[in-house]
């Protein structure tokens, strides 16, 4: 009898396991099901939450946070107290999506979410900034009480990139992404006999002049970039279009330009075909890497280009900054309110000491070598030699940013920017490798953004 | 009595039901309902565009259609068979022999029960982190090309992952030394119940180690060599992990190395659960066929022999 009662004990423990399973699961899709529609309703912040969501793909505003937010103090690894409120940072990194797609079904999940489940603030790049701008769950700017007017010495096209169809602003930055032409200091003197930016500009004041800049370090053994992809943001941003045009992708003669120069680069030798990020990729911010630019903003060169690293070229103060053939913008990172957000005075205040603040701004760049969103700040700092970057060797790049800035035109950009780039560059490394002609290649992309965006059509 | 007696059977083979009740719910909720819904999904238009919700609308076949009409469907079917193929040949020909050679009591192989584990041990390692490792070792900066142009046997690097039979290789060299020991293992366990004697009787009669090995331990070994095809084919149409991290999800180059889930995962880019839809009922039928097909091979020589 006692086994009995047992085995009937341990049967239903294992199905009533079982259904438990299943009915979580259900009551997870009906909640995605609910949502989507309208979330106005909560877009009125309700009394402050004991928790604050943040939801980024790297570690670069939580460093922000701690090193510049007054009064912010980490208490763990992901974990940070403001006053009595407690941070939680929900870092996802942006490989395969990954970020967007954790953002997206928690997004969905808001309107159900408990108060303190709630994202209330996450971060977007400009590649697919209108993505959520678009939609009902950013919140407008003017709803957390900033007004115009404190916005005022911020650059326009930060703000441009985050207005929605409505002209509704939802989003704003710290920082601003002009780039650079960021040249291996010791290369320049070895093959063009100076290092200095206006003798180094001279030689690469255009594509025709750059080309011949990459034979003669080809001579001497550099590669001009480290790989094809390095000189893909000066083109894309310079396109006459977006790169969808009434629901069909359209391939821009200016991004033609630079697959015709880079097939050029790649068959002589001059540049590799890499991804961007890779191992292969990083070598060349070692002297050993034998590369002698790369293209990017202050962001890649303060956060990404190994500067903390011993033997570095940043770390020894190895690179120099120029404008380049052409000017361009990359990346960069808005700061949104989520709708339905439980601190929305708090995301408010945090948007405002990060992106307003003349001070916390100006101790960014002193101390990350940042260039941020604050015109009259940066003029300012342009003329002042305290600011000048140490993985620069010394050179202050600030106005040359700021001439950069004030040209960004985002006019062409466009909700699936970010798609097409990724797929347009994994495509054409095909045709670079030799292993496809560029129409197999073209062909190839067509697929995979039909894939990717099956409301598409393609050329 | 007998009445009694059948009752008694009765309520004792109702435990029975009891007990079976866990696997068939769970066979129901993991396996059955995703089956079917899987089939109903794959008539709908049912993506998401950004943040928007598309469908789910009615479009009947149109998903297969596409699918089917594109015609790059069948080179993803392609480059997976190739692959498992290419895996599967050196897998089955050295766990045959390993397992002949564990099985020979003649040979009297020392520690064997190191080998037996050894060669199992690459099973083991997740097969992410397996092909990333073999990623970072072929790089053009890697190992790999380092030893090799250290020996002076090449004096450029070897960009493996431009290369079709380079990737193609890989993932199927990696698939190879991950499954083997397992095959290994299960044909080692066919082996040993082959009855000892009809090796003695074998012997007394004179053949020789290669005969023994054709007339009666393939033989004899079928039906474990069936399941091992078809679970390996299988397992090879649903070939994903290692091909996916290799090559960044690409299958470059020129997705000379995309099998079907990956192409499957491409789909779900955009949450586009019709095509995902269509796509795994198609794959569906496609292992349905291909394990038919091996099944009624390999059965027909018995046949033929009675």
Known sequence: MKKRIFSMLLASAMVFGLVACGSNTDTATTGDAATGGDTTEQTTAAADGSVLNIYCW?????????????????????????????????????ENNAYQNNL???????????????????????????????????????????????????????????????????????????GTFIYNREAAKEVLGSDDPADVQAAVSDWNKFADTASKMQAAGYKMTATANDSYRVFSNNVSGQWVQDGKVVVDDNIKNWVEMSKKMVD??????????????????????????????????????????????????GWGACEGPQGFFWGGTWICAAAGTDNADLVADIMRQLTTNEDVMLDIVKKDSDFVNNKPAMEKCAEDDSYA???????????MYCAGAEKIDLSNQGAYDQGCNEEFQKAMKNYFDGNATYDEAIEQFNKAIVEKYPELTTE | MEKNNNKAVIKYNRWGYIFLIPFVVTYVIFQLIPLCSTIYNSFFENYRSGLTQIGPNFVGLENYKALLGGGELLGYLKNTLIMWVLGFVPQI???????????????????????????YLPNLIMASAFAM??????????????????????????????HVGSVRGLVAFMNFIMWFGNTTILLLAGMLGIDSSLYEAAEVDGASATQIFYRITLPLLKPILLYVMVTSLIGGLQMFDVPQI????NGDPMRSAMTMIMYLNKHLYSKNYGMGGALSVLLFFVTGVLSIIIFKTMNQPEKEAK
């Open chain 2, 133 to 162: 490792l073999f990623f970072t070792l072929f790089s053009d900066t890697g190992p790999v090309n380092d030893i090799l142009i250290g020996l002076g046997i090449i004096h450029q690097p070897y960009q493996f992952m431009i």
């Open chain 1, 58 to 94: 790297n570690e670069e505003f939580k460093s922000r946070v701690t090193d510049h937010y007054p009064g912010y103090e980490a208490t763990g690894d992901n974990e940070g107290k403001i006053g009595d409120v407690t941070v939680k940072w929900n870092i996802t990194p942006n």
């Open chain 2, 246 to 249: 290799l090559t960044n999800g």
């Open chain 2, 93 to 119: 020909f050295f766990s045959l022999l390993l397992g002949a050679w564990f099985s020979d009591p003649a040979l009297r192989l020392k520690c064997q029960r190191f080998f037996k584990t050894v060669i």
């Open chain 1, 268 to 317: 002589a030798g001059q540049t590799g075909t890499q991804d961007l990020w890779g191992d292969d990729w990083n070598k060349g911010f070692y002297p050993d890497g034998k590369v002698f630019s790369y293209f990017g903003p202050a962001w890649l060169i303060n956060f990404c280009m190994a500067a903390d690293q011993e033997g570095s070229i940043a770390n020894q103060g």
């Open chain 1, 389 to 399: 970057f140490d993985v620069f060797g010394g050179q202050n790049p600030i106005a």
């Open chain 1, 104 to 178: 997206d079904e928690n997004l969905l999940k808001q309107a159900d979410a408990a108060a303190n489940d709630k994202i209330d603030l996450f971060l977007v790049e400009a590649d697919y900034a209108l993505k959520y701008v678009d939609t009902d769950y950013t919140m407008p700017v003017a709803d957390l009480g900033i007004t115009e007017d404190e916005l005022a010495n911020q650059y326009k096209y930060t703000q441009d990139v985050m207005t929605d169809s409505n002209g509704v602003l939802k989003g704003l930055s710290w920082q601003g992404c002009p």
